[in-house]
């Protein structure tokens, strides 16, 4: 197969497989969070900026495999 | 339409080269100082304009890192590089979304072709600066530990030789300082360049009135990842200044 052709489908294919693993965390991140705060009304500012920290953890993730791949297109 | 990772030379001073991303942040970098001497003169008993929005900035973040900190002392050691952090990465954040940004450029030719380069570049959306700044943050948590707890108490959170677990596991420590290192940077580099990307190509495609709301979403995340950055820097600090158990 060309070279191009190859490059395109591992750009499409590593965003998107990269991609799945932290949209899961960050919904069960969020869930946690949201529900925490149901529970104790008077912690929500704590809960919420550890629930923002952590999301920010796993969406770094799904930057990794976006810069992976602008890297495999542009490089 | 032309998308480069690296940022481009825009200009050289003897063998340096000025790319556009450096030279946006010496924008950002006066535009601050100047704000900071202006501001900083007038000094009334209650503030108004300029120096009552940025006393509001300061207490605001003075406030989260005493929050996590919990001591005054210590948080009047640490907050000062840990909110300039954060302003210099949310402003030059900002500074990328300028009108002009983009089109202005450079005309030249590579390759055979046409292509313009453009004069400045959000600095964020360089890997550089980003390692740059990563590499201070790992530095400065490493530097606070040392000055909090003794480099001895400091260096026997890595090289334990009391039992092979614990050497494993400060060995695991080691290594994962250097990858607080990429992490801060790629995180940084990849949200901000994404967002670059993402404004391109819906300004390619749609360029009346869509491009909107990603200006906002760009906004939003331009603050977000300072904060983050701000926020996890804090956090490894407040982990490197207790004892080990």
Redesign the interface.
């Known amino acids: 197969m060309d070279l191009e052709v190859v490059k395109t489908v591992a750009t499409a294919a590593t965003i998107t497989i990269g991609a799945i693993a932290p949209a899961i965390a960050i919904g069960q991140i969020g869930s946690k969070g949201l529900e925490a705060i149901g529970r104790n009304p008077e912690a929500a500012d704590k809960v919420s900026s550890s629930m923002i920290l952590g999301i920010a953890f796993a969406e770094a993730i799904a930057i990794y495999a976006l810069v992976i791949a602008l890297i495999i297109k542009f490089v | 339409m032309e998308?480069?990772?690296a940022a481009e030379k825009v200009a050289h001073i003897g063998s340096f080269n000025v790319t556009n991303s450096i030279l946006l942040s010496w924008i950002t970098t006066t535009f601050l100082a100047i704000t900071a001497i202006v501001v900083g003169r007038k000094n009334d008993l209650v503030p108004k304009g300029l120096r009552n929005f940025i006393e509001m900035v300061i207490e605001y973040l003075y406030k989260?890192v005493n929050?996590v900190i919990g001591d005054e002392q210590k948080t009047k050691k640490y907050f000062p590089i840990l909110a300039t952090l954060f302003i210099f990465i949310v402003l030059n954040n900002w500074m990328g979304l300028l009108p002009g940004i983009g089109p202005i450029g450079i005309n030249e030719i590579k390759h055979g072709k046409h292509i313009l380069v453009p004069l400045f570049r959000g600095a964020n959306a360089d890997l550089n600066t980003t390692l740059a700044l990563a590499i201070i943050a790992v530095i400065t948590v490493q530097v606070f530990g040392v000055a909090a707890i003794g480099v001895a108490k400091y260096a026997k959170k890595f090289f334990n030789f009391s039992n092979p677990i614990k050497f494993f596991v400060g060995g695991l420590e080691l290594i994962s300082e250097f990858s607080k290192m990429i992490?801060f940077s790629?995180?940084l580099?990849?949200?901000i360049?994404?967002g670059e990307?993402l404004l391109m190509v819906i300004a390619y495609l749609v360029p009346v009135v869509a491009p909107l709301p990603f200006f906002l979403l760009e906004i939003f995340v331009g603050l977000?990842?300072g904060?983050?950055f701000m926020?996890?820097a804090l956090?490894f600090i407040k982990g490197a200044i207790v004892e080990h158990h």
């Open positions: 998308i480069s990772l989260t929050d992490s790629f995180r580099f990849g949200n360049f994404a990307i977000i990842q904060l983050v926020m996890l956090v």
